[in-house]
């Protein structure tokens, strides 16, 4: 119950990020599926114990957060409930090698997870699904699949709604905690009934609209200067922070400081 | 059992995307070719169905503990294994987009281990053929739970192969499988017994829609070609394992002495040289691949924890970056 809660607030606090003004908000979204694939396959590149060089790679959350005014405190949130599976690894990898490799390899896995997740989430945060599907059909992905992506997309909150009523009305008839496995058809069997009638409803106003198997998806993404620059800006800061030890250069201004 | 980023190296998640990738454009096609369009929507809707299905806890009596549906059976069940095949791996989609459960470079990862298994093994090579005898409610749980566990145990025997091949870790391969495949088991059973609520709930209700469906997947299965492309992708994977087993003499190598008794698996052919030359190819930092992880990782060690005071600086000069966008953003009203 409070899954299905949790996650419609999650979506429209996408959905509400999604709709900004910002910089961020306006590259093109084939150049922002770009440069967080590259940033994911660089930060996921470095071995385990080279917790070092994935410091540098904290710059690309932070820019994006702070010029695209997402408010960051439940981005965090769900960067923290995504993390207990791969802590769970970490720590199965601890208790097998305690050693001092060991706890490094713990913090580049959750260090990495932390960087990957945000780095996802803000893609998301700032370009929303209509844009991402926009983007998926620029780089070739199958009219079908986004088609049946974005129809799966739009139903989620509807059917989670649903969903919602149904497990309330459950939950306050019964006196214990929870719905019993043997219930799962009723629930879930009803629900299926009622979804697969409203496909037929759908079919019937998909065709009465003229639907022919085409998914319009309105106007054009465009390139623009701003979006070529920012693909090049991030991949040259990628590159660099590949090649070059930044936190080892921090050391030694900090050596000569001091 | 989402596989995420951290886990993965990018040979392991790129080559899954590559594979999946191929599944679901042959899935396309063979959707296309016995086009039927009433299909769209209904496969949008159960993917918005299965999606809000997974998020309801079912408690399991006197056991204190609970379970949820995984819904790549269902798919199959009800759209037939290349249409649910395409939703699940939609569903999948929106759940590293918007949720990160599962990573976007594990998304290929992710697609095998939950949706391939269930649509293309689990679907035609147990359900089908139990249901083949009839329709009745100790068939459809046979079938269920059957299919259940076994793309439960593919799945799960996927994830700790994709991790031990990352090399991210050094969980041995034997312990990790140890842990993995009776955690599933129990998942796996649940999982088949909701899905066989659910089928047999429908099928007392409204059985004409199981058995239209029934007669509309007959025959459309091609299992020469599944066989053969899943003997292709064991190969596939095969050679990445030969190869890295004999690259990198640690966990997996451990393991294979274990099983085999020889320390490396007999691939040292031209095949398995090839893909170690396309490997130093393709990695992005040759020098940092995990060939030389552990000669150099005790060096590393050193310089890491010296690093400490260099890391928090870099980190303060990031954060300062981000104030200082901030600040200027709010002085300059941008």
Known sequence: MSKLNYSLRQIRFLDECSEGKSLIHRIN??????????YIICVVSLEGYEVNRLIPFFLYPVIIISLSDIPIAPLLKRTVISLPFILGIGFLNLLIERNLHGLLIFLSLLIKSILTVLSSLLLIATTGMDNIAKGLLALKVPKIFVLQ????????????????????????????????LKFAGNILGRFFLRVYDRAKNIYNSMILRGFNGEFNIGKKISFANKDIIFLILWIIYFVLIMFFDVVKFFELILGVVT | MHMSDALISPLVGGSMIILTSAATNYSINKI?????????????????????????????PGTGSSGHLGGGLLLSIFL???????????????????????????????????????AFIAYPF?????????????????????????????????????????????????????????????????????????????????PEILEDKEKEHNEKLNYKKILVSFILIT???????????????????????????????????????????????????PDYNFKNAKENSDGKIGTSTSGILGSSATLGVILLIGYAIKRFKKTNNV
Not at chain 2, 90 to 107: E, H, M, P, S
Not at chain 2, 144 to 158: D, E, H, K
Not at chain 2, 246 to 267: M, R
Request: glycine letters at 8%; charged letters at 15%; proline letters at 2%.
């Open chain 1, 149 to 180: 992506l974005m129809m799966t997309y739009k139903y989620i909150l509807i059917f989670t709604e649903e969903l919602i009523t149904s497990v309330n009305a459950y939950e306050l008839r019964s006196s214990e905690g929870g719905i019993s």
């Open chain 2, 235 to 285: 190969a596939l994977t095969g050679g990445i394992l030969s190869w890295y087993a004999s690259s990198y003499p640690d966990g997996l190598e451990w393991s294979i002495l274990k099983t085999t008794g020889s320390e490396e698996l007999e691939a040292k052919g031209a095949f398995h040289q090839y893909f170690g030359k396309l490997q130093e190819k393709v990695s992005i930092m």
């Open chain 2, 126 to 206: 147990i359900y089908k053929k139990i249901i083949s005898k009839g329709y009745s409610k100790k068939n459809i749980f046979t079938a269920s739970i059957l299919s259940a566990i076994v793309s439960l145990q593919l799945g799960a025997f996927s994830v700790v192969l994709q991790t031990v091949l990352s090399g991210k870790t050094e969980l041995p391969f034997t312990t990790f499988l140890l842990l993995m495949q009776p955690i599933h088991l129990a998942i796996g059973i649940v999982e088949g017994i909701i899905t066989a609520f659910v089928v047999s709930y429908v099928y007392k209700v409204q």
């Open chain 1, 29 to 38: 979204p084939i150049v922002k599926i770009l440069v967080t694939l590259i």
């Open chain 2, 80 to 118: 037939g294994p290349y249409a649910g095949f395409i939703t699940m791996a939609t569903i999948l989609l929106i759940q590293a987009l918007l949720f990160a459960d599962g990573g976007l470079l594990a998304y290929g990862c992710n697609v095998l281990n939950l949706g391939f298994y269930s």
């Open chain 2, 32 to 60: 296309k070719y016995e086009y039927d369009d009433k299909k769209i929507p209904l496969m949008g809707v159960m993917g918005a169905f299965v999606f809000a299905a997974q998020m309801i806890n079912f408690t399991i």
